[in-house]
């Protein structure tokens, strides 16, 4: 399977973005989901996982409450739909898949997308 993420941009503290990624190939259904991202100067870091057949999620402490994974087997798409956003969620966001593990680490995923830029801004 293939990734690529879309829908990142720019938004005022508060607002809200949905990033997209999509996925070529019809084995995607097979592949558990996460999100992550990248600030400048920062390590990548754990955002959202979401299970392959889109029913178990984890999110990081962060962004609780405020980020919503989801999967759509059917389209080949996965979201995350972020809202109430702050500055601090400002990074490159890559999603990532794995046929075999469900996790929140970066090196458990064997499939990267490339990154989609959010900026948030004061």
């Known amino acids: 399977v ?3 993420a879309s829908g990142g941009g720019l938004v005022q503290a508060g607002g809200s973005l949905r ?3 999509a996925a070529s190939g ?3 259904r097979s ?10 100067g920062k390590e990548r870091e754990f955002v959202a996982a979401i299970s392959r ?4 999620t984890y999110y ?3 962004v609780k409450g405020r980020f919503t994974i ?3 087997n059917a389209k080949n798409t996965g979201h995350l739909q972020m809202n109430s956003l702050k500055p601090q969620d400002t990074a490159v966001y890559y999603c990532a898949a ?3 593990r469900f996790a929140r680490r970066r090196e458990e995923y064997a499939v990267w997308g490339q990154g989609t830029l959010v900026t948030v801004s004061s």
């Open 31 to 40: 592949y558990n989901m996460g999100w992550f991202r990248q600030a400048p």
């Open 26 to 28: 019809r084995t995607f």
């Open 70 to 72: 989801s999967k759509d």
């Open 98 to 100: 794995d046929p075999l």
């Open 53 to 56: 057949d889109g029913v178990v």
């Open 60 to 62: 990081a402490d962060s």
């Open 19 to 21: 990033l997209s990624c």
């Open 2 to 4: 293939q990734l690529q």
